[in-house]
């Protein structure tokens, strides 16, 4: 069964109309960020029928949306000088420990 697949082979090593591994793996990671990151918009069959240039338009829309997202977050985070939270609570006695 190996040495049909090799004969199937172009010279240039690509499968005979085919997507190399890399390319199809690029696709599959395009089609599960969009289906998870898009807020419940999109579903598996949309997206892998979507041509190309809108696909890849729509990857790289989510994505710079998140890149904003973390760089907001990043700056406030930046901003803010950490301290702990204590509750405002002043006791009105004082107390003193056994000998």
């Not at 591994?21 to 395009?30: A, G, P, V």
């Not at 977050?73 to 702990?84: A, D, E, F, M, R």
């Amino acid at each position: 069964m190996e040495a049909l697949k090799e004969d199937l082979r172009s010279p240039l090593g690509f499968n005979f109309f085919g997507l190399t591994q890399e390319y199809r793996k690029q696709i599959f990671r395009q089609i599960h960020e969009i289906i998870f990151h898009g807020g419940g918009g999109y579903d598996y069959e949309t997206i892998y029928n979507m041509p190309i240039w809108l696909r890849q338009f729509t990857f790289n829309t989510i994505r710079e949306h998140f890149e904003k997202i973390n760089e907001q977050n990043k700056k406030q985070l930046s901003n803010n000088t950490p301290t702990i939270a204590r509750p405002d609570i002043k006791p009105n006695y004082t107390a003193k420990a056994r000998k």
